[in-house]
């Protein structure tokens, strides 16, 4: 096990109860440097978390990409506008807790959890729904130390929107990554998104 392993956490919330947590672990031998915090200033809602803790550190910041709040999935014909979207899925809002423990507090322990509305579109046919989010983990000069992607998949059945939780735990070796405290690192999670569908995104928001 690396320094920083990311697992997905069963589903919660008034949806179909999701998988058991599938631990598959994500190390910070991953890099990604094309993700960078700078790139992102003023396309971020940014949580502080709170935490209670013996250590006098907070937790990790966590922050949902703005851009990537969201994904609309559209009919196979006609454009990408509202009028033909199957169905979205949007991200509205983060929490954590976080626990310190082992020798000299050198662990931390993170529980995220994210509130998702799916919503039907107008052209909604049935069925199961689907997308998949990532958590990406950085140090505070935005390099990315560990990534992992994690699947929804949803039924609205006669509802029109349908809220429930996602979570991931996350566990740090503050001593073998060579860092003291959780505030050393930065948690940032959104949906996967195609070109077309980030190009979507930022024409709607504006951005």
Same mark, same amino acid.
């Not at 947590?21 to 890099?31: D, I, P, S, V």
């Not at 006098?56 to 994904?71: D, E, G």
């Not at 729904?129 to 935005?142: I, K, N």
């Given at each position: 096990?690396?320094?920083?392993?990311? %697992?997905?956490?069963?589903?919660?919330?008034?949806?179909?109860a999701?998988?058991r947590?599938?631990?598959?672990?994500?190390?910070?031998?991953?890099?990604?440097h094309?993700l960078?915090?700078?790139?992102?200033?003023?396309?971020?809602?940014?949580?502080?978390?709170?935490?209670?803790?013996?250590?006098?550190?907070?937790?990790?910041?966590?922050?949902?990409?703005?851009?990537?709040?969201?994904?609309?999935?559209?009919?196979?014909?006609?454009?990408?506008?509202?009028?033909?979207?199957?169905?979205?899925?949007?991200?509205?809002?983060?929490?954590?807790?976080?626990?310190?423990?082992?020798? +000299?507090?050198?662990?931390?322990?993170a529980?995220?959890?994210?509130l998702?509305?799916?919503?039907?579109?107008?052209?909604?046919?049935?069925?199961?729904?689907?997308?998949?989010?990532?958590?990406?983990?950085?140090?505070?000069?935005?390099?990315?130390?560990a990534?992992?992607? %994690?699947?929804?998949?949803?039924?609205?059945? +006669?509802?029109?929107?349908?809220? %429930?939780?996602?979570?991931?735990w996350? %566990?740090?070796d503050?001593?073998?990554?060579k860092?003291?405290?959780?505030?050393?690192?930065?948690?940032?999670?959104?949906?996967?998104?195609?070109?077309?569908?980030?190009?979507?995104?930022?024409?709607?928001?504006?951005?």
């Amino acid at each position: 096990m690396g320094p920083i392993t990311v %697992f997905e956490r069963a589903r919660g919330g008034t949806g179909r109860a999701g998988p058991r947590a599938r631990r598959h672990g994500l190390h910070a031998r991953a890099r990604d440097h094309g993700l960078r915090v700078s790139l992102l200033l003023g396309l971020v809602t940014l949580v502080l978390a709170s935490c209670g803790t013996q250590k006098t550190a907070v937790c990790p910041r966590v922050a949902i990409l703005n851009h990537a709040s969201s994904v609309t999935k559209f009919a196979p014909t006609g454009p990408m506008s509202p009028g033909n979207a199957l169905y979205s899925v949007e991200m509205t809002d983060i929490k954590m807790q976080c626990k310190y423990g082992g020798g +000299n507090l050198s662990e931390l322990e993170a529980n995220v959890e994210v509130l998702v509305t799916a919503r039907k579109g107008p052209k909604w046919q049935g069925g199961q729904g689907s997308a998949v989010y990532f958590v990406v983990v950085t140090d505070r000069a935005g390099t990315v130390l560990a990534k992992r992607t %994690f699947p929804i998949r949803f039924e609205l059945g +006669n509802k029109a929107t349908l809220d %429930f939780r996602e979570g991931s735990w996350m %566990f740090v070796d503050l001593a073998q990554g060579k860092r003291t405290v959780g505030a050393a690192f930065e948690i940032w999670t959104g949906f996967q998104l195609s070109n077309d569908e980030l190009r979507y995104n930022r024409a709607r928001l504006g951005l």
